[in-house]
C-alpha cells in the first residue's frame, strides 16, 4: 500500500523539555534569526483552488525553500545552535558571537544534506570551521553544496544513523563540536538549541494566518526533531483547540511510525540502507527529544511510498489556475502528497474519516526544501519518474 496510517493515544506523562518549545523560546529564536543579513520571513502560500478541488476549506504551504538562499529550512537549526554554543562557551551575549576570532570554533556534523549546509552556512557566517559527514549514495549536487560554502565534506559508506556516530568520533579526534539534530543519552542540550531555531517558521506561520486557526497540520518525520519541536509549541500556542497533527515518514525509513505502533515505551529502529527519494528523512533512529514531545498528544502516523512524494512534487510544480508554484524537493512535498491522495482516492474514504478531512477543514503544510537535487528534480516533475504507476 503507498500509504498506511494508524492513531496514536496520547501519553499522559509529561515530558522533560515541555517548556524548552515555548512560545517564549520562540520569540527568542525569530529575534535572533532577524539579525541575520539573509532574514526574509518565507511565503506562506495559500492554495485556494487545490483546496477547492480536494474539498476542503484551505490548504496553506509554508515555502521553505526561500530560507537565507538554502533552498530548506534546516539553517535556522543550524545558526541559532552555533550562536547558542559560542554565547555559552565564552560567556558573551548572544547578539556579539559574530564578533569571535576567525577559527576559534571547529564544527563537525552528520547529514542527508540540508542540515550539514545549514551548518556550513552558519559556520561561514561566525567565521568559524565546519566538517560535515554524508551518507552513502548522497546526491552530487547536495554535496557540492556544502563544499561551496567552505566546509570540509566527506561522503562515507555507511547510512545516516551510523554516519552520526561516525561523525560524533570524529569531532572527538579533531578536538571539535559536534552540532547535531538528533539526541542520545547526555547528548541533549545541543539538540534542544537546534529544535529551538526551528520554531522561527512555526511563529511565522501563526503571526501570518492570524485569526485562521488550522484544523490538521501536516509534519515530516526524519529522526522526528523539527516535528517534536513544532508540535510542542503548537500545543503551546492553540492552547484551547489544539490542530490534528499527522506526522509523515517515508516506508523504507518509518520509525516514529513503529514506535508510534508498538506503543511499548520503547523507541524502535528501522537497520539497512534505508534507501528512499526522502533522503532528508531517510534516518532510522527516534530523537527521543522530539518523541518526548509528539507522544504527549492524541496524532496519526503515515508511512508511505516514495511515489506519494512524487506526487507532491509534481502537484505543487503545476498548480492549479492562479495557485502560487511552490518548487518543492522529495522530502518537502510527501505531506502535500499525502493529503492529496488522501482526498482524491476513493479507497483511503477510512483513512480520510478518521483523520477528519473534509470540507471545513484547514490544513497546513511545511515545504521543508526545495530542489536540492535538481537532477532528481527534473527527473520526477518533468519525465514523472516515480508514478504510482510505474
Not at 29 to 48: G, I, K, N, W
Not at 178 to 201: C, F, H, K, N
Not at 232 to 240: A, G, L, N, P
Not at 312 to 326: A, C, F, N, S, Y
Amino acid at each position: 500500500m503507498s500509504i498506511d496510517i494508524i492513531a496514536f493515544q496520547k501519553d499522559r506523562n509529561n515530558g522533560r523539555y515541555d517548556e524548552v518549545f515555548c512560545v517564549e523560546h520562540a520569540r527568542a529564536a525569530l529575534l535572533f534569526h532577524q539579525t541575520l543579513r539573509e532574514y526574509q520571513e518565507t511565503p506562506l502560500v495559500s492554495l485556494h483552488n487545490l483546496a477547492h478541488y480536494l474539498g476542503i476549506a484551505h490548504f496553506y504551504v509554508k515555502d521553505e525553500s526561500k530560507r537565507f538562499g538554502l533552498n530548506a529550512f534546516k539553517g535556522l537549526g543550524g545558526s541559532y545552535a552555533l550562536a547558542k554554543i559560542i554565547e555559552q562557551r565564552l560567556g558573551i551575549d548572544l547578539f556579539d558571537v559574530h564578533k569571535v576570532d576567525q577559527g576559534r570554533f571547529l564544527f563537525v556534523t552528520a547529514t542527508d544534506g540540508n542540515h550539514g549546509r545549514g551548518i556550513a552556512w552558519a559556520a561561514k557566517k561566525l567565521g568559524q570551521k565546519a566538517i560535515v559527514y554524508l551518507p552513502k549514495g548522497t546526491a552530487q549536487e547536495r554535496f557540492d553544496r556544502i563544499l561551496q560554502l567552505g566546509a570540509e565534506a566527506h561522503i562515507t559508506s555507511l547510512n545516516y544513523d551510523d554516519t552520526v556516530r561516525f561523525a560524533q568520533q570524529q569531532a572527538i579526534q579533531q578536538g571539535g563540536i559536534l552540532v547535531q539534530d538528533t539526541a542520545w543519552q547526555g547528548y541533549e542540550e545541543i539538540p534542544s538549541w537546534i529544535m529551538q531555531g526551528y520554531l522561527t517558521m512555526a511563529l511565522e506561520l501563526v503571526q501570518r494566518l492570524g485569526d485562521v486557526r488550522p484544523t490538521h497540520i501536516f509534519l515530516q518525520a526524519g529522526v522526528g526533531a523539527m516535528a517534536g519541536a513544532l508540535t510542542s509549541f503548537f500545543s503551546h500556542y492553540y492552547t484551547d483547540a489544539m490542530p490534528t497533527i499527522i506526522y509523515v515518514e517515508p516506508s523504507q525509513a518509518n520509525c516514529l511510525y513503529r514506535t508510534a505502533k508498538a506503543r511499548d515505551g520503547k523507541l524502535h529502529k528501522v537497520d539497512g540502507d534505508l534507501s528512499s527519494i526522502m533522503a532528508g528523512l531517510c534516518c532510522g533512529e527516534v530523537c527521543p527529544i522530539g518523541w518526548d514531545q509528539i507522544r504527549q498528544h492524541d496524532s496519526f502516523f503515515v508511512s508511505c511510498s516514495d511515489d506519494v512524494a512524487a506526487d507532491g512534487m509534481r502537484i505543487l510544480g503545476h498548480p492549479l489556475k492562479e495557485d502560487e508554484r511552490v518548487v518543492s524537493g522529495e522530502s518537502g512535498a510527501v505531506t502535500t502528497g499525502v493529503v492529496c491522495r488522501l482526498m482524491r482516492d476513493n479507497s483511503l474514504q477510512s483513512m480520510r474519516e478518521r483523520l477528519g478531512l473534509d470540507e471545513n477543514s484547514v490544513v497546513v503544510c511545511f515545504s521543508t526544501e526545495g530542489d536540492t537535487d535538481g537532477d532528481n528534480y527534473r527527473r520526477i516533475v518533468w519525465e514523472g519518474k516515480y508514478s504510482r504507476y510505474e
